[in-house]
T-cell receptor
Framework: DAKTTQPNSMESNEEEPVHLPCNHS???????IHWYRQLPSQGPEYVIH???SNVNNRMASLAIAEDRKSSTLILHRATLRDAAVYYC???????????????FGGGTRLMVKP | GAGVSQSPSNKVTEKGKDVELRCDPI?????LYWYRQSLGQGLEFLIY????????KSGLPSDRFSAERTGGSVSTLTIQRTQQEDSAVYLC???????????????FGPGTRLLVL
């Protein structure tokens, strides 16, 4: 999987929007951009994913740059429960029978202040 | 069940002992993964099962680690002769298919926290 770069940590105030950046300058045309988050003492959970177009779901929005070399996860109103480590992961088709295991980097630790 | 479950939640063992960690994936999911997360570190892939195919063991750190998946459902990760560096959170995940589908979501269990004294 291609490498991603994320800031180590970010801070946000409760009920304000949060923009979490991810750089993936070596992304290939078939790489999907996935975001997972890991709340304290829990396993990671899926947040959102996209290929080329911006995506919205009940948890967040994903804005993908036109050249796909960067993306931004947007939490529209941060809550204290959103404090977690957010991982940006690229996933490609690497073979029909390949496992597509996730390759986690360091992620961004989001701290939400009340 | 509603999600991936793992047992035990916590395990404390003495160096040199064997341990078994269990994972119950989401019903119907054919792909099952084991990951390890050492303190303050990112997640590290260990092993992958897909249906009845031979598992991908490329992430296992040593031959002390092994895993089985019986009947295409429950999986057991076994660590023989545990060492202190094996202390970590062991996470299991499942997905509905796994094969060659990069858009597929993986669902994680809560993990087993292993401490080797």
């Amino acid at each position: 999987d291609a490498k991603t770069t994320q800031p180590n940590s970010m801070e946000s105030n409760e009920e304000e929007p949060v923009h979490l950046p991810c750089n993936h300058s070596t992304i290939s045309g078939t790489d999907y951009i996935h975001w997972y988050r890991q709340l304290p003492s829990q396993g990671p959970e899926y947040v959102i994913h996209g290929l080329t177009s911006n995506v919205n779901n009940r948890m967040a929005s994903l804005a993908i740059a036109e050249d796909r070399k960067s993306s931004t996860l947007i939490l529209h109103r941060a809550t204290l429960r959103d404090a977690a480590v957010y991982y940006c992961i690229l996933r490609d088709v690497i073979g029909h029978n390949a496992g597509n295991m996730l390759t986690f980097g360091g992620g961004t630790r989001l701290m939400v202040k009340p | 069940g509603a999600g991936v479950s793992q047992s035990p939640s916590n395990k404390v063992t003495e160096k040199g002992k064997d341990v078994e960690l269990r994972c119950d994936p989401i019903s119907g999911h054919t792909a099952l993964y084991w990951y390890r997360q050492s303190l303050g570190q990112g997640l590290e892939f260990l092993i992958y099962f897909q249906g009845n195919s031979a598992p991908d063991k490329s992430g296992l750190p040593s031959d002390r680690f092994s895993a089985e998946r019986t009947g295409g459902s429950v999986s057991t990760l076994t660590i023989q002769r545990t060492q202190q560096e094996d202390s970590a959170v062991y996470l299991c995940a499942s997905s509905s298919n796994g094969r060659g589908r990069p858009q597929e979501t993986q669902y994680f269990g809560p993990g087993t926290r292993l401490l080797v004294l």
